[in-house]
């Protein structure tokens, strides 16, 4: 099973909104609703933003927000904020001999 | 509050063998399915290994070729990481991590344990 991929890289200025996506296969995203987002900060351990493609656990701000089309998830931050900037992960169930497949990364910066 | 903290991290030479746990608190951990997620230095995030809440169903990345062997003891509230033949590659931060209870994502996460693997 290979990695979801993911932009390696994406930036914005304060208060703009940026998009992350994630394209896996018929497989993994297309195949199912549990597409997940994981914020990681340097030398932290990843927090769960995003669950069921677009479902936001409790405390996480309503400036995140997720979406799915066919194979590729999205991750969208409106209103961008310096404490935004980190790296952004997605996860996709497989269901397979893998059952779970994580993205590649992307690196936020807030310009 | 919900609590995983993971210990056993340590360095090993190839070939060799270690054993993580994590003691997990402030939830009922046979009510959750728990993982094994690691992170090398440097790099993405890669899924190990999940056990079901009653240890009924295990699995594993088939890039470890079976190497490795999970367990928990949910009297102890406890998740294990047996790693054996453990190669250079193995070295990372490895994290444990808790299922959602009725979903498919990882809701909390421990601090991580980092294995090293050298000579």
């Known amino acids: 099973q290979s990695a979801l991929t993911q932009p390696a890289s994406v930036s914005g200025s304060p208060g703009q909104w940026i998009t992350i996506s994630c394209t896996g296969t018929?497989?993994?995203?297309?195949?199912?609703?549990?597409v997940s987002w994981y914020q990681q900060h340097p030398g932290k351990a990843p927090k769960l933003m995003i669950y069921?493609?677009?479902k936001r656990p409790s405390g996480v701000s309503t400036r995140f927000s997720g979406s799915k089309s066919g194979n590729t998830a999205s991750l969208t931050i409106s209103g961008l904020q310096v404490e935004d900037e980190a790296d952004y992960y997605c996860?996709?169930?497989?269901?397979?001999?893998?059952?779970?497949?994580f993205g590649t990364g992307t690196k936020v910066t807030v310009l | 509050e919900v609590q995983l903290v993971e210990s056993g991290g340590g360095l090993v030479k190839p070939g060799g063998t270690l054993r993580l746990s994590c003691a997990a608190s402030?939830?009922?951990?046979?009510?959750?399915?728990m993982n094994w997620v690691r992170q090398a230095p440097g790099k993405g995030l890669e899924w190990v290994s999940s056990?079901?809440?009653?240890?009924?169903?295990?699995y594993y990345a088939d890039s470890l070729k079976g190497r490795f062997i999970t367990s928990r003891d949910n009297a102890k509230n406890s998740l294990y990481l047996q790693m054996n033949s453990l190669t250079v590659e193995d070295t990372a931060v490895y994290y444990c991590?808790?299922?959602?209870?009725?979903?498919?994502?990882?809701?909390?996460w421990g601090q991580g344990t980092l294995v090293t693997v050298s000579s």
């Open positions: 991590t808790r299922t959602n209870a009725g979903g498919e994502d990882f809701d909390y």
């Open positions: 402030g939830f009922t951990f046979s009510s959750n399915s």
């Open positions: 056990i079901s809440r009653s240890s009924r169903y295990i």
């Open positions: 018929s497989s993994d995203v297309g195949g199912y609703d549990y």
């Open positions: 069921d493609v677009s």
């Open positions: 996860c996709s169930y497989a269901g397979g001999s893998d059952l779970y497949v």
